[in-house]
């Protein structure tokens, strides 16, 4: 008895799917723009934000400085990229003259002594906060013995790229390692003309300043680079000062901050509350027919089974329609470092409209009597 009762059931949701009478093409259409538009906006939003972060960290907002003349431990410098949160680490002195090219003869080029670690953040210094330092880092060990590198600046007289080799001015032949930018946007000065002369960190001179690059910059950045210096501050008379390679676009970022107080944040809630709108309207439009098949003896949980069948039909379809454009919008968004996070942020969606549609269904379903036959029809 129960199975013919629900071949019944699963006959009357053929046939209203097929008639039209659900409507179910044009709910289903209607759910899957609300749910694309939703997920777009969002998507939008977080992009924004991921691209704010990206441009405060290559424009040095998070890196952090460290200055002190000739107690610097090289080493102790490159061993902070391991912490977690520090993408480079490396230890930086300027150099005891300049360098003069053949071309520009009287024109010296201020020097600067960098380790493995400090070529990574400047060849690295336009890269943003999803960028992989470590595949920088992997070539940076070649350029130790592949030459000097130059700025853009300096190289651009020279007409010099990596790989080639310039004369120098007392004969010699330099070769260049790479070209790195150095645009002015906020960040310290000095280095926009400049050539820097990879050394092994391992030598004994001590350097004078250490540079870390952090994402998410730690809390206790500033006690980690104390760990690069040697001697005690505390009886010299120099002390030790930490600052941040750019303070132009702030002295923080708080990234967790701008992504839990997006605008967008609510775009679920949105999606519940049309989701349970086009719900009711679904059922709200059939109230006559339902009121009538219980008029003619329908058992009122058959019915109800029928209608939300129905309705989990164009709700499957809005969803699969939506589909492409959700798997769209999150292929394309540049910054998908966690693809797991931006996942369920995406996912959120479609099944808060997926639920809405379900709840405004069922209430409304529910909430249809057989006594209002007559209402209904005078109402229709």
Request: net charge negative.
């Amino acid at each position: 008895m129960m199975r013919m009762r629900l071949v019944g059931v699963l006959g009357e949701v053929r046939r209203s799917i097929t008639s039209g009478t659900t409507h179910a093409c044009a709910f289903a259409v209607a759910l899957a723009a609300v749910i694309g538009l939703l997920c777009g906006a969002d998507m939008l939003t977080i992009s924004r934000i991921q691209a704010q972060v990206d441009n405060y960290v290559a424009a040095g907002g998070s890196t952090y400085v460290i200055n002190y003349a000739g107690r610097i431990d090289p080493v102790a410098c490159e061993s902070l990229a391991s912490l977690q949160g520090v993408r480079a680490a490396g230890a930086l002195r300027q150099a005891d003259s300049k360098i003069t090219f053949a071309t520009l003869p009287a024109t010296g080029v201020p020097s600067y002594e960098v380790t493995e670690g400090a070529i990574a953040l400047f060849s690295d210094s336009t890269g943003g906060a999803t960028d992989g330092v470590a595949s920088i880092v992997s070539d940076i060990s070649d350029a130790l013995d592949s030459g000097i590198w130059l700025s853009s600046e300096a190289a651009e007289p020279l007409h010099a790229s990596a790989g080639e080799t310039v004369p120098l001015n007392d004969g010699r032949q330099a070769s260049i390692g790479g070209v790195y930018d150095w645009p002015d946007d906020g960040r310290k000065s000095g280095y926009s003309y400049a050539v820097l002369e990879p050394v092994p960190a391992d030598r004994a001179e001590r350097f004078d300043s250490c540079w870390v690059k952090a994402w998410p910059v730690p809390s206790n950045i500033e006690s980690l680079l104390q760990l690069a210096t040697v001697g005690d501050s505390a009886t010299g008379q120099e002390r030790p000062v930490v600052s941040q390679l750019n303070t132009s676009h702030g002295t923080e970022l708080d990234a967790v901050a701008l992504y839990h107080q997006r605008l967008t944040i609510w775009v679920p809630v949105v999606a519940l509350a049309a989701g349970l709108l086009l719900g009711v309207i679904a059922i709200r439009m059939r109230r006559l027919e339902c009121a009538s098949a219980l008029h003619c003896g329908v058992p009122k949980k058959a019915l109800v089974t029928q209608l939300m069948l129905e309705t989990g039909l164009w709700l499957v379809v809005a969803v699969l329609l939506a589909s492409p454009l959700l798997a769209w919008t999150w292929l394309n968004n540049p910054n998908n470092a966690d693809a797991w996070a931006l996942t369920d942020t995406v996912l959120r969606v479609p099944v808060a409209a997926a639920i809405g549609g379900l709840v405004g269904a069922l209430f409304t379903a529910v909430m249809i009597r057989e006594q209002h036959l007559f209402r209904y029809f005078k109402n229709r």
